[in-house]
């Protein structure tokens, strides 16, 4: 029996081919999407990477800079054009190819480029959303792997992943990742008592450890799935990976060859990023909905485009018509006291910017939605809606409808880039309903966090 390959190299292809597509329409809006790579000093390996980065940019449409500097290069002068990049209309993604000479601080580094053109996943920010779910630029070589078990079809949930290899950049995301997907994952590193105890149990083995030969045959179940991450230059000049691909692809069911599996798909995923960054810059808005809950149904959102007499919008400025609007959100929600969500409410009004937009029918609040301003570290200016609610009996009236064009509306008022949909109100339908808004559109789970 021989393993199938997951072949990252026509899977690269692919993507490309559809991620030059949606840099054509990012160019037909204004300009092309930005990647600008730092180099310091004189690496080989680091050269031939940049090569690739800048190759994979023209072919996916994708304009890149390259900024060469000697490793002598200082801290401050790295900063300084990292800050100048980060204020530039051209540029979407920022990279500092690693690694970086001794004297230069690599935290300091990462840490200055803005998390909104982190392309390469480094930046705190972005690895913080890795942790907590929902990161926006995912680390490109665990990106690029998870894509590979996917398109295979490979499920990770409920499988014992394990994972050689505890780095930043590949190991500790990977695990992240999939983490989040189900798996239970084992990390190996350099100070694991022997390795082949964790290999053998590995349902998916996903090795990056750079040591050539690392992996084999015997230290792996039969039908595992290999993931080779390793890229070692070999003395006479060949590229191998960690494991020993030859006696292991016959115990294995899928196993990424090297070259040609992970590496390409790391490069493709960076274009992937970069692509994404100048979405959001512009504000165009093809992501795709991933944090939205469909557990909920709630029976406004079908029927937005009915039509009914326009009510006014009012913002709730006397505390009884945030009484009112406690009713009508308490109809929803009847675990709520009175006492604690009235008082909550009253908190957050007083709080920066909370307000509640309502619909008033007879004399009566019919329809309510919180909102706020924010003014975000990676996104600027954006408005937050909190759970939108209507009356019992005026349910499907459209005011629901009427309430979100009025905070669509008011949002592009405010000069607003973006929606932020509270997760109890980012339900499917609603986002159908927004997709044509011009507005990005951002469901978020931990509204607190902002
Ligand atoms: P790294 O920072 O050197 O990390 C290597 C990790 O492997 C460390 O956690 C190290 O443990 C562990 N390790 C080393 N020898 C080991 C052993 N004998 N047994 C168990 N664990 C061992 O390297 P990296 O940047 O993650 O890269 C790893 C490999 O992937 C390299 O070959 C690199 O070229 C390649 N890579 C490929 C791509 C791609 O696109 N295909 C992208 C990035 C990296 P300690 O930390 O405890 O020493």
Known sequence: MSARMLDGRTLS??????????????????RAPGLAVILVGNDPASKVYVRNKSKACDECGVMSKVFLFPKTVSEHELVELIEELNASNEI????????????????????????????????????????????????????????????????????????????????????LMLLQKGATVSICHIKTNDLSLYTRLADILIVAAGKPGLITADMVKNDVVVIDVGINRMPDGSITGDVDFDNVKHKASWITPVPGGVGPMTVTMLIENTIKAAELRMSINNLEVTKWSNKIRCKDYPNYLVKFDMPTVIIAGTENEVKECYEVYRQLRPALTRKSFTEQILRQMKSDNY?????????????????????TLSWGKALYID????????????????????????????????????SGFARINAHRFYQNSGFHIRSLHFSKEL
């Open 13 to 30: 292809k692919e993507i490309r081919a559809s991620l030059f597509e949606r840099s054509l329409r990012i160019k037909n809006n204004g």
């Open 92 to 175: 979407d993604g920022i990279l500092v190819q690693l690694p970086l000479p001794e004297h230069v601080n690599m935290r300091n580094i990462i840490g200055c480029i803005s998390a909104s053109k982190d392309v390469d996943g480094f930046h705190l920010y972005n690895v913080g959303g890795l942790v907590v779910g929902g990161t926006i630029f995912p680390p490109c070589t665990p990106y690029g792997v998870q894509l590979l078990l996917e398109t295979a079809k490979i499920e990770v949930s409920g499988k014992n992943v394990v994972i050689v290899g505890a780095s930043n950049i590949v190991g500790k995301p990977m695990a």
């Open 355 to 375: 307000k509640i937009a309502c619909i008033k029918k007879d004399g009566k609040v019919v329809a309510c939605a919180g909102f706020r301003i924010l003014e």
């Open 387 to 422: 759970d939108l609610i209507t009356d019992e009996m005026s349910r499907n009236r459209g005011h629901a409808s009427h309430l979100i064009t009025w905070l669509q509306e008011e949002a592009k008022r405010l000069s607003c880039k973006q929606l932020h949909l509270d």
